[in-house]
T-cell receptor, first 115, second 114 residues
Framework: ETGVTQSPTHLIKTRGQQVTLRCSSQSGHNTVSWYQQALGQGPQFIFQYYREEENGRGNFPPRFSGLQFPNYSSELNVNALELDDSALYLC??????????????FGPGTRLLVL | DQQVKQNSPSLSVQEGRISILNCDYTNSMFDYFLWYKKYPAEGPTFLISISSIKDKNEDGRFTVFLNKSAKHLSLHIVPSQPGDSAVYFCAASGGSGGYQKVTFGTGTKLQVIP
């Protein structure tokens, strides 16, 4: 039990639609990262938010966007969904922006299927 | 470009024996390495880590070895227990300009046979 929750657990959308995934971090964790895990792959870094601002991004297009709120919750928004967006989406929270010793705590993920 | 590679997708080990999971990386800017364990329907759970200034870190039954010259790390589990059966991800961070970007490998599924 990491204290990080995600909703919904599963979601089905059609190509071209928009989706919002939600994450609730551990209390006090000011950093949240989002990852995409395709089938048979490891998690791929999407972006990271620190104190409500994006401070790092992986190789994902701008239609992937996020928000972080003062109450330790955050959102991942994906516009114009494509079939390849089907994956498990994980959020991870941690205390610090770049303390190497700070562990990231992962939620159970949201499984998105795009038809 | 797969910067963190786990070339063995699966591994079976008898209970009580040693499990050795291997990982290779290509990015010389990585300076911190982690192992995560993942059970089905759960997110990855941090297991053990090692800084690039060390070559070994031990935590109970788990030991991680780092060979910087070979850009290789390994996770040893001794003795292996059935509860260790899970997918293990090798991960690395560093050189990302001040934020905690973690690059994961593709995972190794460990099965410990009772």
């Amino acid at each position: 039990e990491t204290g990080v929750t995600q909703s919904p657990t599963h979601l089905i959308k059609t190509r071209g639609q928009q989706v919002t995934l939600r994450c609730s971090s551990q209390s006090g964790h000011n950093t949240v990262s989002w990852y995409q895990q395709a089938l048979g792959q490891g998690p791929q870094f999407i972006f990271q938010y620190y104190r409500e601002e994006e401070n790092g991004r992986g190789n994902f297009p701008p239609r992937f966007s996020g928000l972080q709120f003062p109450n330790y919750s955050s959102e991942l928004n994906v516009n114009a969904l494509e079939l390849d967006d089907s994956a498990l989406y994980l959020c991870a929270s941690s205390l610090a922006i770049r303390a190497l010793e700070e562990t990231q705590y992962f939620g159970p993920g949201t499984r998105l299927l795009v038809l | 470009d797969q910067q963190v590679k786990q070339n063995s997708p699966s591994l079976s080990v008898q209970e009580g024996r040693i499990s050795i999971l291997n990982c290779d990386y290509t990015n010389s800017m990585f300076d911190y390495f982690l192992w995560y364990k993942k059970y089905p329907a759960e997110g990855p759970t941090f297991l053990i880590s090692i800084s690039s200034i060390k070559d070994k870190n031990e935590d109970g039954r788990f030991t991680v070895f780092l060979n910087k010259s070979a850009k290789h790390l390994s996770l040893h589990i001794v003795p292996s227990q059935p509860g260790d059966s899970a997918v293990y991800f090798c991960a690395a961070s560093g050189g990302s300009g001040g934020y905690q970007k973690v690059t994961f490998g593709t995972g190794t599924k460990l099965q410990v046979i009772p």
